[in-house]
């Protein structure tokens, strides 16, 4: 004689563990990001007389950062230039003298961090315009981005749960196969 609802309830774990881990795990999915860096250019080194533009191709929705170093050409001593970052269209702008509007702008002097979003794919134009001074500036440049993809993998925690029932399940029905019922009348 066996512990009929103890054995049963041993069983239906243990088989509901089984097939967590064979059968049903691999269709229960999370949802993952992925942030993949992309260098555009990772280390460039050019002179400013009056103004340079450096033009990169940048897809749309990413985070785009880099560095940028500024020393004067004769001295090679820390400087500054006015740095600034358009989309193709305001590029065009600012260079025939009309209004424009610029994603990023600074003076930056010396060596220094830039960071900005975008929200077309495109061609974004990096300007360094050295027109307020007489000396022309040694320019170290580097930009890249971050992109993030998501998609859907297998969750990880599944195969434990699906360990944890089975063990669960084989130790209450080995205890319900073992375990003999009590007598009432005896």
Avoid: C
Avoid at 92 to 118: E, K, L, V
């Amino acid at each position: 004689m066996v512990l009929l609802k103890t054995t049963l309830i041993g069983a239906i774990l243990l088989v509901a563990g089984i097939l967590l881990l064979t059968v049903v795990g691999p269709y229960i999915t999370v949802q993952v990001q992925v942030v993949q860096r992309h260098d555009v250019d990772s280390h460039v080194e050019f002179l400013v007389g009056d103004v340079t533009d450096r033009p990169y191709s940048l897809p749309a929705g990413v985070s785009v950062f880099g560095t940028l170093d500024v020393t004067q050409a004769p001295t090679n001593s820390s400087s500054d230039v006015q740095f600034l970052v358009f989309d193709n269209t305001n590029y065009q702008n600012w260079a025939s003298g009309q209004q424009s509007t610029f994603i990023f702008s600074g003076d930056q002097q010396g060596n220094s961090n830039f960071t900005f979003n975008t929200n077309n794919s495109g061609v974004y134009h990096f300007v360094f315009d050295n027109r307020a001074s007489l000396f022309k500036k040694f320019v170290t440049f580097s930009v890249s981005y971050n992109e993030v993809s998501t998609s859907r993998q297998p969750d990880p925690r599944v195969p434990y749960i699906g360990w944890g029932l089975s063990v669960v399940g084989l130790i209450i029905l080995a205890y319900g196969l073992v375990r003999k019922p009590p007598i009432p009348w005896a």
